[in-house]
């Protein structure tokens, strides 16, 4: 059974720091793409950050703040994000696609991300 579970999310003021985890079961992160996804209260889940084999890929809104990255070792994936704003407000999912097959996708649970004063 495919798990994703993510962690690291919390409250944090502004220009803040967080890293969310993404630690994978029943799946190698190795040989899946993986993403981070989220989805503020009101608004359609959109894309944050993507890594597929040695690129990665960020939503324009997080560029130069927002950093993914895979620990194959741990087969967990990771999102460091910097510089927080309000707008980064959400819930984050992470996300893992089979390179094999595109219509094998697995989602976690999801974990909320509050930035406010």
């Given at each position: 059974q495919v798990q994703l579970v993510e962690s690291g999310g919390g409250?944090?003021?502004?220009?803040?720091?967080?890293?969310?985890?993404?630690?994978?079961?029943?799946?190698i992160v190795s040989i899946y793409n993986m993403g981070w996804y989220r989805q503020a209260a009101g608004k359609e889940r959109?894309?944050?950050?993507?890594?597929?084999?040695g690129s990665t890929n960020y939503g324009d809104s997080v560029k130069?703040?927002?950093?993914?990255?895979?620990d194959n070792a741990k087969?967990?994936?990771?999102?460091?994000m910097n510089s927080l704003k309000l707008e980064d407000t959400a819930v984050y999912y992470c996300r893992a696609q089979s390179r094999l097959n595109s219509n094998i996708v697995?989602?976690?649970q999801g974990t909320q991300v509050t930035v406010s004063s």
């Open positions: 409250l944090v003021q502004p220009g803040g720091s967080l890293r969310l985890s993404c630690a994978a079961s029943g799946i959109e894309l944050v950050a993507a890594t597929s084999g130069g703040r927002f950093t993914i990255s895979r087969n967990t994936v990771y999102l460091e697995h989602w976690g």
